[in-house]
């Protein structure tokens, strides 16, 4: 398996991890805000159909690091940036579905998947109708390095320096996926 996302058509990314176990902690990793916190975004999100969604980024603050500041493309997202969206579904510990960037008029959708492998946890997120070839590039890189950190943490390793990394796979997807 790849660490590397793919693009199954011009709207979408796909992504598999395989994850340390068990699965009800990858999925308090992806539900709980603390936890989520760590790897991705705070906020408060209702797990069930209809609910809400939000996703709180620090990504400059995400690894603890002082000298990890954005690029000039992102440097709106330098501080916190909120997103908000609604649960479409939700199946613990193995599924959960719900809409991004709702508040910002975009409507794509993000799918977690998981499935118990021995001690290990496979991890598919797919994320849907993505406007722009440029955003899902940007998502590409994004979500490989949110996902890169979430596999970190629950190996107990020291993740790398988030927008270093995110630059670096951002470029490479550009390269990766077909115009």
């Not at 330098?78 to 409507?107: H, K, M, N, Q």
């Not at 118990?116 to 994004?142: F, M, Y």
């Not at 890169?148 to 951002?170: K, N, Q, S, V």
Request: glycine share 10%.
């Amino acid at each position: 398996m790849s660490d590397h996302g793919t693009a199954p058509d011009a709207r979408t990314l796909r992504f598999e991890r395989l994850l340390p176990g068990p699965i009800e902690r990858v999925w308090e990793y992806l539900t709980d805000s603390d936890k989520r916190g760590t790897w991705l975004a705070r906020g408060a999100m209702e797990l069930e159909v209809g609910g809400r969604v939000e996703h709180v980024f620090h990504n400059s603050r995400l690894v603890g690091r002082d000298d990890d500041l954005p690029p000039p493309k992102y440097a709106d997202f330098g501080g916190e940036v909120r997103f908000e969206g609604r649960i479409v579904a939700c199946e613990p510990p193995s599924l959960l579905v719900y809409t991004w960037g709702e508040s910002s008029g975009e409507d794509s959708e993000v799918t977690f998947e998981l499935t118990s492998q021995g001690d290990r946890v496979r991890l598919v997120l797919t994320h849907r109708r993505i406007a722009t070839r440029d955003e899902l590039i940007g998502a590409a890189g994004g979500w490989h390095t949110h996902l890169g950190i979430l596999a970190d943490r629950l190996a107990g390793r020291a993740p790398e320096a988030f927008w270093a990394t995110h630059t670096r796979l951002e470029d490479e997807y550009e390269r990766r996926i077909p115009r």
